[in-house]
């Protein structure tokens, strides 16, 4: 059935599908809830603080990183943004357009190219930021700030252990092979 199900709902289905398996039900409760509170965190902030500003997720993600760093690489950006350098390009290109983002040349490297914030981006990021972060607030208000800095704990060393480890594991899981590359989605018409 189409429809919204809460998060409680979705345990109680998933528990009674996999009854049978053998599998580690904390472990899965914690992966698919850190997929779940992402979503809905991210669709809360676009449709709040920053629609008001005719910001997607994504350029708002681009603009902090470039706000935080200052003027860096695109390929740092978007390994910092967890997009591709493609996503970014479109992203970038839409930024600049509207004034926020200058994209330049690198000086030693023509075939690099260096993000900047313009004033008028830096002025964005210094008025949306702080009701950003009052969203932030809100969507973790349920939560004390020591189980705050307990979450963020918890999710750094979720991070940590992919980054440090993940390439191992892909290549363990893989038998050694490269990973095959990504589709859109789209099949070839037959």
Known sequence: MPGHRSITEAERLASAKLGGFPIRREQMAAVA?????????????????????DLTWTGFVVLWVVWIWGESETRNVAEEAGISKGTL?????????????????????????????????????????????EEE????????????????????????QVEENGEERRHFLLDGAEPAPRRSGRRPKN
């Open 33 to 53: 809830n850190i997929h779940r509170a992402a979503y809905a965190v991210r669709q809360h902030l676009e449709n709040s603080v920053l629609r008001g500003s």
């Open 89 to 133: 390009t479109g992203v970038a290109r839409t930024l600049e357009n509207r004034g926020l983002l200058r994209r330049a040349g690198h000086p030693d490297d023509g075939r690099l190219v260096l993000l900047t914030l313009t004033d008028k981006g830096e002025e964005l990021m210094q008025r949306v930021f702080p009701a950003f972060n």
């Open 137 to 160: 607030a809100f969507v973790t208000e349920q939560l004390s700030d020591a189980e705050c800095r307990s979450l963020a704990d918890s999710l750094r060393r979720v991070v940590l």
